[in-house]
């Protein structure tokens, strides 16, 4: 597969603008330190990930059906674009994947199977199934064109907000953050303790399989990094964790402190900016989903 580049993002940005949201930016203060918050938690299918799903998809001619695995934000994301193309669709999901998801995947339209207990399990079954002709398997990351889509969210920050000088991103299967690393601008891959596959990659040189136990991991919950992402990344993020408890707390705080309401995972680079774990005199810390249910 390909290395995608920003040429590839700002193409990207182009193709998906008639069917995504462009989120907005708030410029805060908190602690008396400066950020911007990107608010693509807004997107149209509550997370950034409509945008690599509508790329993917109208980079080629659209197949006559698509079909995917996720562990929830990747296959509503996949749901709503085929929705808007007019393609039918199939998401492949774990037995462990929340039922806020689930149930606005099939809202969507799309078929819905649950199998296995992890993403990995779901994801092996959906290929199986994505051998019948005029079927598009649609990778949640490892994928140069669902990479330059979720580029798109950087994209757009860096022409609404040009002195931001950080990215703060949460890190899955690498997709989100890879396509914003291709800005240039600094970028901190910020990943829960006990979801580190870009972690274990980026000391093994390779990817390779890790163990996840994490409240976010219905968002992060990648056991495995991407190859198209791990080929972008390299040399070219900071790597940060965060744990389970600063997490928690930074996703408390979104809600105390400005009624934002994300699901854990978006919370993650949050928690990594007010550990100070991170640098930039005007940060963006992007709030990537919020489609998980919850009480402050």
Known sequence: MSTPTWADVREAAEAVHPFVRRTPVLRAEVDGRP???KLE???RSGSFKLRGAVNALVSEPLPERVLTASGGNHGLGVATAAALLGVPATVYVPESAPKAK???IEA????LIRHGATYAEAATKALEAASEPGTRYLHAYDDPAVVAGQGT??????QDVPDVDAFLVAVGGGGLVAGTSLSGVPTFAVEPER???LGAALKAGEPVDV???SVAASALGATRIGAVPLGV???RVTSVLVSEVELLAARDRLWEEFRLAVEPAAAVPFAAWLAGRTDGELPCVILCGANSEWTP
């Open 102 to 104: 689930t149930a606005r």
């Open 153 to 158: 969210v950087a994209a757009e920050v860096v």
């Open 195 to 197: 979801c580190r596959a």
């Open 35 to 37: 950020l911007v918050l």
């Open 108 to 111: 969507a339209g799309a078929k």
């Open 41 to 43: 938690h807004l997107q």
């Open 233 to 235: 990344l390299q040399d």
């Open 211 to 213: 163990e996840i136990d």
